[in-house]
C-alpha cells in the first residue's frame, strides 16, 4: 500500500493534479487557499486585489510581527470594499480547480486558511472530507483534525484551544494522526525563514504520547527546524511545504 500525503497546497493545482500518481491514495492536510504568497508578492488573492507593491508592504509589517500595522494597513486598503463576497468570490474560484485536482481517492482535512463551509460544494464523491473524525485506508486507521489555534494573524480556520482539544479526544487511537498543524515541540513549529515560532498543539503533542501512532503526520510550518522526530513510539513527519516543492511525501506498508 501507498499514501501519497501533501500539505499547505496554496493554489498550487498543476503539481496537486499529479501528486496522487503511482499511489493507492492521496491524503491532503489543508491549507488549499493562496492568500498571499510571501516569496513571491505578486501571487495570491491579496496581490490580486490590491497589487504587489501592497502585498510586499503587508508581508513586511507581518514578518516583522507588526500585527496591529498590519491590521491597520490592510483596513485602509479594504476601505469601500465589500470584503467578504470579494474573498469569497476569490476563494471560489481557486476551490473550483483545486478540487477538480485531486485524484480518487482523497482524504483530506482543513488548514487554517481554509474555509470549511464552501468545502462541501467543491469536494466530489473521490474525496473524503474528515476533521475530527477516523477512516481506514489500506487496513490502517487514519485519524483526521483539520484547522489551527488562534493567532494573532486571525486566519480563517482558527478555532480555540478546547475545541482543537475535543477533536483530538474524538479521534482517539489511531494508527496515522493526520493535522494540519504540528505538536507542541520548538523544533517542530519554528520556522526558520520567517524567524518565528508557529503555534502548534499540547494537545496533540499529549495524544501522541498516550495514544502511541505509529504517525503523525501534518505541515503548516513551511521551512521547520526539524521536518521529522520521534516521540516515543511515534514518528513525527511535516510532510513539506507543496506549493514550493510540489512533491508528496509518501507512506508505504
Known amino acids: 500500500m501507498r499514501v501519497h500525503v501533501v500539505s499547505d497546497v496554496h493554489g498550487n493545482s498543476t503539481d496537486l493534479a499529479r501528486a496522487g500518481d503511482g499511489a493507492d491514495a492521496l491524503v ?4 488549499l487557499v493562496l492568500f498571499l504568497d510571501y516569496a513571491d508578492h505578486s501571487r495570491g488573492i491579496f496581490p490580486d486585489l490590491f497589487g504587489k507593491e501592497n502585498a510586499s ?11 496591529d500595522e498590519a491590521r491597520e494597513f490592510g483596513a485602509r486598503l479594504w476601505a469601500g470594499v465589500d470584503r467578504r463576497p470579494a474573498i469569497e ?3 471560489r474560484k481557486q476551490y473550483a480547480e483545486l478540487f477538480a485536482a485531486f485524484p480518487t481517492p482523497t482524504y483530506a482535512t482543513y488548514g487554517n486558511v481554509d474555509v470549511p463551509h464552501l468545502w462541501s460544494e467543491y469536494a466530489g464523491p473521490g474525496t473524503t472530507v474528515l476533521d475530527g473524525q477516523r477512516v481506514e485506508i489500506g487496513g490502517r486507521v487514519f485519524g483526521f483534525v483539520g484547522g489551527g489555534l488562534r493567532t494573532p494573524m486571525r486566519t480563517p480556520y482558527e478555532i480555540d484551544d478546547e ?3 475535543a477533536k483530538i479526544e474524538a479521534v482517539g487511537e489511531v494508527d496515522v494522526l493526520c493535522t494540519h498543524i504540528p505538536p507542541e515541540v520548538p523544533d517542530l513549529v519554528y520556522d526558520t525563514v520567517a524567524r518565528r515560532f508557529e503555534r502548534g498543539s ?8 498516550r ?15 526539524a521536518r521529522r522526530m520521534r516521540i516515543g513510539a ?5 510532510v513539506g511545504h507543496f506549493a514550493g ?9
Do not use: M
Not at 28 to 31: K, Q, R, S
Not at 57 to 67: D, G, N, S
Not at 234 to 238: A, D, G, L, S
Open 28 to 31: 491532503c492536510l489543508g491549507d
Open 57 to 67: 508592504r503587508l508581508v513586511e509589517l507581518r514578518t516583522a510581527r507588526r500585527f
Open 89 to 91: 468570490k476569490a476563494v
Open 163 to 165: 475545541e482543537y482539544a
Open 202 to 209: 499540547r494537545a496533540l503533542l499529549d495524544a501522541i504520547r
Open 211 to 225: 495514544t502511541r501512532p505509529r504517525y503523525a503526520l501534518f505541515g503548516h510550518v513551511h521551512q521547520p527546524l
Open 234 to 238: 511515534t514518528e513525527c513527519v511535516n
Open 245 to 253: 516543492s510540489g512533491r508528496p511525501w509518501a507512506l508505504e506498508w
